[in-house]
């Protein structure tokens, strides 16, 4: 398959600023695609554009709080009255707010559940209509190992990533036959920042329980966004693909 399937698409990436959200945005820019780096600091996603535009990649930034409907909203009327359409969404954004459920404050749930899950509802609702008039888009949005096993201290994190499957699945039913696929990826442990917060005991526990015995990264992720937003995967609807290294298994 050729590395420009993605060529004249334009895709939007959120929390495209770093980690994950950034390999998938260089992934998708290398892929052809017109990519939009959205993040919540202009710092961020504005760096990444120009550094992809250096490059002689095709990008553009927007700075925008996802887990703002009215935010969300505006921007993408933006987006569409310049390009009418967006052909891919990947719904990348996410936070964390670990704490025991019993000491969890309320606050630290609706945070993560606004920037983790309804950010996913919010980008898909304003963008999905175009599509469906065009008869193709992909969307995927990121969920976890967590939202499939739960993890101690992460009962919003992991209620989010369980709920972007739920809204995956179903939202896939809704416009299958309208040529757009919509699929989720959950990630294991991938070496970004939050990993390298872990220390090395950590992860050394960590490692044992994976069978490939190392962990993932932000390119193995991007790879798996890569298929699916490509035209080779027009037949995979309403899964989760897992990027783990076997944790799940």
Same mark, same amino acid.
């Given at each position: 398959?050729s590395?420009q399937?993605?060529s004249?698409k334009?895709c939007?990436?959120?929390?495209a600023?770093?980690g994950?959200?950034?390999a998938?945005?260089?992934m998708?820019a290398q892929s052809?695609?017109?990519v939009?780096?959205?993040s919540?600091?202009?710092?961020?996603?504005g760096t990444?554009?120009?550094?992809?535009?250096?490059?002689?990649?095709? =990008?553009?930034?927007?700075a925008?709080?996802? /887990?703002?409907?009215? %935010? #969300?909203t505006?921007?993408?009327? $933006?987006?569409?009255?310049?390009?009418?359409?967006?052909d891919?969404?990947?719904?990348?954004a996410?936070?964390a707010?670990?704490?025991?459920?019993?000491r969890?404050?309320?606050q630290?749930w609706?945070?993560?559940?606004?920037?983790n899950?309804s950010?996913?509802?919010?980008?898909?609702?304003?963008l999905?209509?175009?599509?469906?008039?065009?008869?193709?888009?992909?969307?995927?949005n990121?969920s976890?190992?967590?939202g499939?096993?739960?993890?101690?201290?992460?009962?919003n994190?992991?209620?989010?990533k =369980?709920?972007?499957?739920?809204f995956t699945? /179903?939202?896939?039913? %809704? #416009?299958?036959s309208?040529g757009? $696929?919509?699929?989720a990826?959950?990630?294991g442990?991938?070496?970004t920042?939050?990993?390298?917060?872990?220390g090395?005991?950590?992860?050394?526990?960590?490692?044992k329980?994976?069978p490939?015995?190392k962990?993932?990264?932000?390119?193995d992720?991007?790879?798996a966004?890569?298929?699916?937003?490509?035209p080779?995967?027009?037949?995979?609807?309403?899964h989760v693909?897992?990027?783990d290294g076997?944790?799940?298994m």
């Amino acid at each position: 398959m050729s590395d420009q399937n993605l060529s004249g698409k334009v895709c939007v990436v959120t929390g495209a600023g770093r980690g994950i959200g950034k390999a998938i945005a260089e992934m998708l820019a290398q892929s052809g695609g017109h990519v939009i780096c959205v993040s919540k600091s202009e710092e961020s996603c504005g760096t990444l554009a120009k550094e992809l535009r250096a490059e002689g990649f095709s =990008a553009e930034h927007f700075a925008v709080d996802v /887990s703002s409907s009215a %935010e #969300v909203t505006s921007v993408c009327k $933006t987006i569409l009255g310049k390009y009418r359409s967006v052909d891919v969404l990947v719904n990348n954004a996410g936070i964390a707010r670990d704490n025991l459920v019993l000491r969890m404050s309320e606050q630290d749930w609706k945070d993560v559940i606004d920037t983790n899950l309804s950010s996913c509802f919010h980008w898909t609702k304003a963008l999905i209509h175009p599509m469906i008039k065009k008869n193709w888009g992909r969307i995927v949005n990121m969920s976890s190992i967590v939202g499939i096993r739960g993890n101690f201290g992460q009962v919003n994190y992991a209620a989010a990533k =369980a709920g972007i499957i739920g809204f995956t699945k /179903s939202a896939a039913k %809704e #416009v299958a036959s309208r040529g757009i $696929t919509v699929n989720a990826i959950a990630p294991g442990f991938i070496q970004t920042d939050m990993t390298k917060k872990l220390g090395e005991t950590v992860v050394a526990e960590i490692l044992k329980n994976i069978p490939m015995k190392k962990l993932g990264t932000p390119q193995d992720v991007a790879n798996a966004v890569k298929f699916l937003c490509s035209p080779g995967a027009q037949y995979i609807t309403g899964h989760v693909i897992s990027v783990d290294g076997g944790l799940g298994m």
